[in-house]
């Protein structure tokens, strides 16, 4: 399993993202909405327990509209 925070840019709003890829073929992910505490420990470690399960996750943090500084790690 490969585990990276990783960037995605859309428009001027830049998203600070977890990523695992669980290395097997699928034709699906699995996406986290971190409701309040952007990515965190518990989202890292609720996406490890869904990668477990054979599906790519990514954690995407809504909050970076409006505290786009916000870092909990």
């Known amino acids: 399993m490969q585990e990276q925070l990783t960037n995605i840019y859309?428009?001027?709003?830049t998203?600070?993202?977890w990523w695992l890829d669980s290395c097997n073929e699928c034709e699906s992910i699995s996406m986290v909405l971190p409701e309040v505490f952007a990515i965190n420990n518990w989202i890292m470690g609720f996406s490890k327990k869904l990668a477990k399960e054979n599906l790519p996750v990514i954690a995407l943090p809504l909050d970076s509209r409006t505290s786009p500084e916000l870092d909990l790690l």
């Open 10 to 13: 859309f428009r001027d709003l």
């Open 15 to 17: 998203l600070r993202s």
